[in-house]
C-alpha cells in the first residue's frame, strides 16, 4: 500500500495557505490541459495566458470553495485570462494541425493515401470550426478537444447545462451543414471508413 | 452524446480525432515558471495574515488556535494556520489544523508498517540507514519493518511495552520509530490536530521538532519526487516529528514529553 496522494482539494487547501509545494502539484497536474484551453481560445500566447492564469489563481484561491471541484474552477480563469489577452488587440492566430510526422506514439501510421485525406479532412472540420459563433465553438472544443465532461463546460462558461447541450446540438448540426457544403468530400471519406479506426 | 442522428456522429467523432492532431504548444515547465513567479512575490501578497500575529510565544500563538479549536471556533484560516507553523520555525513544517479531525486511530494489531525484516535488510532496501535509539534501557527493537510507501522507502522499529516504557493505546506497542526521507529544499509536513490536542515547538539534539500531546490522525509530507502525500498516525498517542539529515522522524508513544525529547536524541 502506497501513503496517498492528496486530491485537487486538499492541495488547493494547503496553496491557499502559502504553501508553492503544494500548489507546484496542481499546475503539473492541469498545466496541459491549461495550455490547450489558452490555445484553442486564442491561438497565440497559450504558454504565457496559461502562465498568468496559474499565478492568478494561486492568489484567487482565498475565493476557491473548498470541497468544489478545482479543474473547472481554474480552467475558468484561464479561458479568462486568454481571452482577455485576444481581446486586448494582441494576435490571434489560427489553429493548425501537427506536422504529420508527430503522430502520437501508438497510433497506426495509415497509408500516405489515407494521411493526405485525414489531413484534408481536419482541415476543413477546423475551417468550419473558425466559421462558427464564438460561443458555439468554445462549447465544441471544450467538450471534443479538451474533452471536459458537460458539468465542467457548464461551469467555465456559467451557463446551465441545457445550454451547454443546445448550443452543442446547435453547433454540430452547422458544422456538418458546414462541411456538406465546402467540403463535399468529407461525408464520403468517411464513409470509406479509411480514416480513424 | 450517443443519441445523435448519424451524420453528427460522424462529426463528433472527426472533432474527437481532430483534439489529437492539433498542434499545441508543450506545457512542460511551466509549473516552474509559476513557481519562480509566486516566489519572486512580495511575501505580503501571500502572507498578509502573518502580521496580526504577535511574534512573542510560538506556543501561545499555537495554544490560542487550540482553544479556538476546543470552543469550536474552527474557521481558523489556512493563512493563519501555514503561519502558526512559520511562526513555529519548523524547517519546511506545516501544521494543519483539521476542520472536522477523524475519529481517533482506532489501533488495530496491524499496523501497515510494511513487511518484518532484520534492520540490515531495511538499511539495504530503504535509500538511507535507520537511525536507532542508544538508550540501554531500551534496549533493542522488537520488530523492523520495511515499507516501500514512499520514495524511499519507510522504516519502522516497534519496542513492546517493558519497564519504564508504558503501553500505547495498543496493548502490544510501547514505541513506534518512523523514519522516512523527505528530500530536497522544503520537507513538508502537516499535521491535523483535532480539538484538545497540545502542541509545542522543541529542539531535538539541535534540530527543530514539534511536540504533539493529545490525538494527532495523520498528516502530509513531501517525497523525494516532490509529490505531497498523506499519511495515517498509527496510534492514538503522544507524538513526537522532528527532521535531521533529510530524515523525517515520528516517535510515537505514550511517555512524556521530556521521556520522548531524551530518547530522541539518543536517536543517532
Not at chain 2, 67 to 87: F, H, K, N, Y
Request: with cysteine.
Amino acid at each position: 500500500m502506497e501513503a496517498r496522494l492528496l486530491d485537487d482539494v486538499e492541495l488547493a487547501e494547503l496553496a491557499r495557505g502559502g504553501d508553492t509545494d503544494s500548489y507546484e502539484q496542481l499546475v503539473l497536474r492541469y498545466q496541459e490541459v491549461a495550455v490547450r484551453m489558452a490555445y484553442l481560445i486564442c491561438g497565440a500566447d497559450a504558454e504565457d495566458a496559461a502562465q498568468e492564469a496559474f499565478v492568478k489563481a494561486f492568489y484567487a484561491l482565498r475565493r476557491f470553495r473548498s470541497g468544489a471541484p478545482f479543474r473547472p474552477w481554474l480552467l475558468r480563469i484561464v479561458a479568462n485570462e486568454a481571452r482577455n489577452r485576444c481581446k486586448s488587440g494582441r494576435r490571434r492566430e489560427e489553429l493548425a494541425l501537427r506536422a504529420v510526422r508527430d503522430r502520437p506514439s501508438g497510433a497506426a501510421a495509415p497509408s500516405p493515401e489515407a494521411a493526405v485525406l485525414e489531413r484534408e479532412r481536419s482541415r476543413a472540420l477546423l475551417d468550419a470550426l473558425h466559421r462558427l459563433r464564438e460561443r458555439d465553438r468554445l462549447v465544441v472544443a471544450y467538450r471534443y478537444l479538451l474533452e471536459l465532461s458537460e458539468d465542467e463546460t457548464a461551469q467555465i462558461l456559467r451557463v446551465p447545462k441545457g445550454t451547454v447541450k443546445s448550443r452543442l446540438s446547435r453547433a454540430l448540426v452547422n458544422l456538418r451543414a458546414d462541411l456538406e457544403e465546402t467540403t463535399p468530400k468529407f461525408g464520403h471519406v468517411n464513409e470509406g471508413g479509411s480514416l480513424g479506426g | 452524446m450517443g443519441e445523435r442522428p448519424q451524420p453528427e456522429q460522424e462529426v463528433e467523432r472527426a472533432l474527437t480525432e481532430l483534439g489529437a492532431l492539433l498542434d499545441y504548444p508543450e506545457a512542460r515547465g511551466l509549473a516552474r515558471a509559476v513557481r519562480s513567479k509566486l516566489e519572486q512575490a512580495p511575501p505580503s501578497r501571500i502572507a498578509r495574515f502573518r502580521w496580526s500575529l504577535p511574534h512573542g510565544s510560538v506556543a501561545t500563538t499555537a495554544a490560542v488556535i487550540v482553544v479556538a479549536l476546543a470552543a469550536g471556533m474552527i474557521l481558523v484560516s489556512p493563512t493563519a494556520r501555514s503561519a502558526v507553523a512559520d511562526l513555529l520555525g519548523l524547517e519546511g513544517v506545516r501544521i494543519r489544523y483539521g476542520q472536522s479531525p477523524p475519529a481517533p486511530v482506532n489501533p488495530s494489531p496491524d499496523l501497515d508498517l510494511g513487511i518484518v525484516v532484520t534492520l540490515a535488510e531495511a538499511n539495504a532496501r530503504a535509500s538511507f540507514k535507520a537511525k536507532v535509539p542508544s538508550l540501554a534501557e531500551l534496549g533493542q527493537a522488537d520488530q523492523v519493518y520495511f515499507s516501500d510507501r514512499t520514495p524511499g522507502g519507510q522504516i519502522a522499529l516497534l519496542y513492546r511495552p517493558r519497564p519504564g516504557l508504558p503501553r500505547t493505546a495498543n496493548e502490544n506497542v510501547g514505541l513506534l520509530l518512523t523514519e522516512f526521507r523527505g528530500q530536497v529544499r522544503q520537507e513538508f509536513m502537516a499535521k491535523v490536530v483535532g480539538s484538545g490536542t497540545r502542541m509545542e515547538q522543541v529542539t531535538v539534539d539541535g534540530a527543530s521538532g514539534i511536540w504533539l500531546e493529545g490525538s494527532p490522525h495523520f498528516f502530509f509530507y513531501l517525497d523525494p519526487d516532490g509529490k505531497v502525500r498523506q499519511e495515517t498516525i498509527r496510534l492514538a498517542g503522544n507524538t513526537l516529528l522532528w527532521e535531521k539529515d533529510s530524515l523525517t522522524f515520528r516517535l510515537e508513544s505514550a511517555l512524556s514529553k521530556d521521556e520522548a525529547l531524551r530518547l530522541a536524541t539518543h536517536v543517532r
